[in-house]
């Protein structure tokens, strides 16, 4: 790489001596594959996953009789805070455009998945005439694609709306509370994607696990308090290794600390290894 596209500025800490640009560059770009690498496998997952299992919450009251409604969560939730954490630090230490741009491509992500989906299921194999359809990679490929349009408009709004939640609470904060804009971010952006996922998944996918004998709006009103309470508490957990990771990462890379008065436009921008 042309040395004039290495980052030539570094934040001076008094116990950590500068790096050549070309560390610099190295170490900036490594993190940012790392976590860029964490998102987008834990996204392809998630849409294989997805809802081809619901994990009963509410085991432990089975049976009793004043219980009306599933507590359950899909199985593809388990991992999806994760994603929200990595955009977080993507957001924290390479800027809101490598934020944004790591989203766009988890949207291509999961529309790669689904052609594979597609392909496979299109593609004549070895099954008798009368079996065509049947079998494990039909059932998964019948529920990924019930599942994958509402993740995937869901996820777009939500990523979208973390992202830009995100720098707004560091531009009103002037680069305080890093608690504020990692919780206050993503708690937002995960209500507005666990309501888009049920809500799609029943009425566009109908891959609920819906009981026909109780009300509808009490029973996705569950789902949408279990998801996201399952997400909150995730989200608040993660508080803590945010800001382990934002100020052990910063030091690493030699930018400014996390709450360190925020730099010029351009500057940030060489500082983060991009300018």
């Known amino acids: 790489m042309p040395s004039d596209l290495l980052p030539t500025q570094q934040h001076n800490y008094a116990d950590l001596p500068l790096l050549s640009p070309r560390a610099l560059h190295d170490r900036r770009e490594r993190v940012f594959l790392v976590l860029a690498g964490l998102f987008l496998g834990t996204l392809a997952m998630l849409n294989i996953l997805g809802v081809t299992r619901f994990l009963n919450l509410a085991f432990f009251i089975?049976?009793?009789?004043?219980?009306?409604?599933?507590?359950?969560?899909?199985?593809?939730?388990?991992?999806?805070?994760?994603?929200?954490?990595?955009?977080?630090?993507?957001?924290?230490?390479?800027?809101r455009r490598r934020a944004n741009f790591v989203v766009f491509v988890g949207l291509l992500i999961n529309l790669w998945v689904v052609l594979v989906l597609w392909a496979g299921g299109a593609w004549p194999g070895f099954e008798p005439a009368d079996h065509v359809g049947e079998g494990v990679f039909f059932d998964v490929r019948r529920l990924a694609f019930g599942a994958v349009a509402a993740s995937m408009i869901a996820y777009l709004f939500a990523q979208f709306v973390d992202v830009q939640l995100f720098h707004f609470w560091k531009s009103l904060t002037k680069n305080k509370h890093l608690w504020l804009r990692n919780n206050g971010s993503t708690l937002v952006s995960q209500m507005v994607d666990t309501a888009s996922v049920i809500l799609i998944t029943h009425f566009y996918a109908h891959a609920l696990p819906i009981d026909d004998s109780v009300a509808l709006a009490p029973q996705l009103l569950a789902f949408i308090a279990?998801?996201?309470?399952?997400?909150?508490?995730?989200?608040?957990?993660?508080?803590?290794?945010?800001?382990?990771?934002?100020y052990w990462l910063s030091r690493y890379l030699r930018l400014a600390p996390p709450a360190h008065a925020p730099a010029p436009p351009a500057t940030a921008a060489v500082e983060a290894g991009v300018g």
């Open 62 to 95: 089975e049976g009793s009789s004043a219980w009306k409604y599933k507590v359950a969560i899909a199985v593809g939730v388990l991992p999806y805070p994760l994603t929200f954490l990595c955009t977080d630090f993507i957001s924290e230490l390479f800027g």
């Open 226 to 246: 279990t998801g996201y309470v399952f997400k909150m508490i995730v989200a608040l957990l993660d508080t803590i290794p945010f800001y382990i990771g934002a």
